[in-house]
Structures are given as structure tokens and as C-alpha cells.
């Protein structure tokens, strides 16, 4: 007859444990991952532009989180300056007399919506910005407004971006179209950052006195993403285009990630 040798209780349980600890995986990290191109963990890629008044924050990440934090993500809100600089100059072309307020009634064919901040009254700080006819005619210029001070004058996940300080005349805008506000709209470990894959493309004067010449909405990072900052996408051949081509880390919202994209940048 053969022994049957037992194990004692106590070294059975020591066992199970063991095995326990080594399936257990930290914070952002997706244990059912067996490779692929995108970084593993929510929100651990992306990358943009700086959105103004300083309300992104740069690099790092905080706690237990794994996986490398983009260098631009918006960790907080912030209050926007409520005082806003003076509208700037007319310039009709390089090399001529700029003039200030009020402007000419009509500059290079463009008739003019407005020729002094006095008649900008339909909303706070109104300001009346020129024509802008260099490089190319951008804007007819117009009433621009501040939209908000703070993130909750604008809708829901969307951000309220500053103006960097109360001299200049960049307007706050609701930067609305992406599905976050803040990191923390991305859940544990998430990261919420602005996406720029256009470039000068927008009419509205609110969007030229924020000193971008376009809206860069804020999305939240996922784990399939393929980049992590503007520096893992390579820049096209500047002599290949009639038009400056720039490569940037953007959201695409086809494929639901942050890619390598490239778009067409005026005035460079």
C-alpha cells in the first residue's frame, strides 16, 4: 500500500497566496495585453499643444500610475484673468503705417463688421480686432468676447482655456468638441490633452485673439493610442508641398486614438 503524504495547512495557504500576489497587475496596466503597437494603461500617450493661460500641465505623472504621462495634459482647472488687454493694431500690409482704433472702414476690399471696441457690445470684454492680411487674409476680424472664466460657464467635459495673463487681449474660450475637460474626466490614471490637426483654418475672431489661429479640442488618451508626443511622428519633406505640411500626435476621432497625423499649416 502506497503513503499518501499530506501537506500541512498552514504551507497550502502560503502557496495560494504566492500565486495570488504574481496575477495581481499596478494601476493603468492592462493585464489581458499580449503586446500590439499601442502602449498599454489608459490615458499612458498623446500629446499637443499648449493650451493658454497655463492651464496644461507638462510631463509626469502622479501616485501609482504606470506608463509615461504625455507632456501636455491638463492635470486642473484654473480661474481665467476677468480684465483683458486692449485690441491690437491695424497693419494693412508689411512694411506700412499701422494704425489703432478706429479702424478704416475698408482695408484691401474686406468691409469691416466693426472699426472700434465701442460698438462690441453683445458680451463681456468686447473687443474689436482688424483684418489679418498677413501672410494671407486669415480673418475679416470682427467682435470678439470672452466666453467664459471658468470651466463651469462652459459645458459639460468641456475646457474653459485662459488667456495667459489680464494685458494681453487673447479671449477665454469654451474649447467644446473633445470628451474631456481635466484628467480626472478619463478615470483612474487618465490623462486629458489638447489635439491639434489643423491649422489656421477658422473664420471666428475668437479664435484668432486666442493667439492660435484654431481651436485645439481636449481629448482623453486611450490604450490603443500609436503615439505618445509630437516627437514619435516624423515631419514630412518641406519641399514636397506647395503649402508647409506638419506632422503632430492628434486624436483621431474616426479610430477613437491618438495617431500620427499630418495637415496643411498657413503662415509658417
Request: a negative charge; aromatic letters at 4%; hydrophobic letters at 25%.
Amino acid at each position: 500500500m502506497k503513503t499518501i503524504h499530506t501537506l500541512p495547512i498552514a504551507m497550502v495557504v502560503a502557496l495560494l497566496s504566492a500565486l495570488a500576489c504574481t496575477s495581481s497587475f499596478p494601476a493603468g496596466i492592462d493585464n489581458s495585453s499580449s503586446g500590439g503597437s499601442g502602449p498599454a494603461g489608459g490615458g499612458g500617450v498623446g500629446s499637443g499643444t499648449d493650451g493658454a493661460g497655463g492651464v496644461t500641465s507638462s510631463g509626469g505623472s502622479s501616485g501609482m500610475c504606470a506608463g509615461q504621462a504625455p507632456i501636455n495634459h491638463r492635470q486642473s482647472a484654473v480661474q481665467c484673468p476677468s480684465q483683458r488687454g486692449p485690441a491690437p493694431q491695424f497693419c494693412p500690409s508689411a512694411g506700412t503705417t499701422c494704425t489703432g482704433q478706429p479702424y478704416p472702414s475698408h482695408a484691401t476690399g474686406l468691409q469691416l463688421t466693426c472699426s472700434s471696441d465701442s460698438q462690441c457690445t453683445a458680451g463681456v470684454n468686447g473687443r474689436c480686432f482688424p483684418p489679418v492680411l498677413v501672410p494671407i487674409a486669415l480673418t475679416p476680424g470682427g467682435c470678439s468676447y470672452d466666453e467664459c472664466f471658468a470651466d463651469s460657464d462652459c459645458g459639460a467635459r468641456t475646457p474653459c482655456i485662459c488667456r495667459s495673463s489680464s494685458t494681453v487681449n487673447n479671449a477665454n474660450i469654451c474649447d467644446a468638441g473633445g470628451n474631456c475637460a481635466v484628467d480626472s474626466d478619463c478615470g483612474p490614471c487618465g490623462y486629458c490633452s489638447p489635439s491639434r490637426n489643423v491649422c489656421l483654418n477658422s473664420s471666428n475672431p475668437n479664435d484668432q485673439a486666442e493667439g492660435s489661429g484654431d481651436p485645439n479640442p481636449y481629448y482623453c488618451h486611450t490604450a490603443s493610442d500609436l503615439c505618445i508626443d509630437d516627437s514619435d511622428c516624423a515631419q514630412p519633406d518641406a519641399g514636397m508641398a506647395d503649402v508647409p505640411m506638419v506632422a503632430s500626435c492628434a486624436y483621431n476621432v474616426q479610430d477613437t486614438r491618438w495617431e500620427c497625423t499630418q495637415y496643411k499649416c498657413y503662415g509658417i
